[in-house]
């Protein structure tokens, strides 16, 4: 029982520890690249369904 108090006060410590943050903590701005940014052709997809379906589990052996 005295491990489990141990374990218990050291997650405890630990996950306390990961959400403090200082006061003079600020948020660094990030530069963004336009290499980044969604291409104009873009187009939404379009499933047809007359296209034949193979059994893609076969692949892996799944009966």
Request: proline share 11%; net charge neutral.
């Amino acid at each position: 029982m005295k491990w489990f108090h141990l374990d218990l006060i050291a997650v405890v410590a630990l996950l306390c520890a990961g959400c403090m943050v200082g006061p003079d903590y600020f948020r660094p701005s990030v530069p963004v690249t336009p290499a980044y940014k969604e291409d104009q052709g873009w187009k939404l997809a379009q499933p047809r369904d007359q296209i034949p379906r193979s059994k893609w589990w076969e692949i892996f052996g799944d009966p």
